[in-house]
């Protein structure tokens, strides 16, 4: 019978360890889970110090979207390869994430790493075809490199994915540097601008 007890005994104080140390974790889910959504939030609002102090801290508990937000904050904050650390670990543990290559390509870009960015840029279109922003930074590198045909033509397959003004006013850009003026104010009319403020070369 003494036995009996002891054994239940133990099989209970076993259970009830189990079961504060699942508490102890999804406790540490949680946290991570609300640091993000508040880093989140205040990047949103342009309060880019208090964004970090809590996407450090969701980072710290190992959140992979934590290290995808805290990468889109450094980029937005400049700190664009300390952003790219973050979108190669994201990168490192989710190889199929498209929007990882999407954003690491665009660090790289700013960093004027053209040939790598492109690199990662295509293998981020490769996993997802529709994504709109692999072809803006796309666009990008070609347009600081001189393709500008190349760089129309990025632009609109971005257009066709995500039709927005700044997508338009860069591919007018483009149309003028190959002489197509009267295509270029077209895009710039869709970009919102008046007539006067049309750009010229």
């Not at 540490?28 to 809590?54: F, Q, V």
């Not at 973050?86 to 994430?97: L, M, S």
């Not at 293998?123 to 803006?136: M, T």
């Amino acid at each position: 019978m003494k036995k009996l007890y002891k054994f239940t005994l133990y099989a209970f104080l076993f259970l009830f360890c189990i079961a504060c140390a699942g508490c102890a974790g999804a406790g540490k889910k949680d946290a991570a889970l609300e640091n993000l959504a508040r880093g989140e939030m205040y990047h949103k609002t342009g309060r880019h110090k208090r964004a970090l102090k809590y996407l450090n801290k969701a980072a710290a508990a190992g959140s992979g979207e934590a290290m995808a937000s805290r990468g889109a904050l450094l980029y937005d904050m400049g700190r664009y390869q300390d952003a790219l650390e973050d979108f190669n670990a994201v990168i490192a543990a989710e190889p199929g994430r498209a929007e990882a290559y999407s954003a690491a390509g665009a660090a790289m870009a700013a960093l004027g790493s053209y040939l790598p960015a492109r690199e990662s840029l295509l293998r981020s279109l490769e996993l997802n075809p529709s994504n709109a922003a692999a072809h803006i930074s796309l666009g990008g590198i070609y347009f600081n490199t001189q393709n500008y045909d190349a760089a129309a033509a990025e632009y609109t397959k971005a257009l066709e994915l995500r039709p927005a003004g700044d997508i338009y006013f860069m591919r007018g850009v483009c149309l003028l540097y190959y002489g197509k003026t009267a295509a270029a104010h077209e895009d710039f009319k869709a970009a919102g601008l008046s007539e006067e403020n049309y750009p010229t070369l």
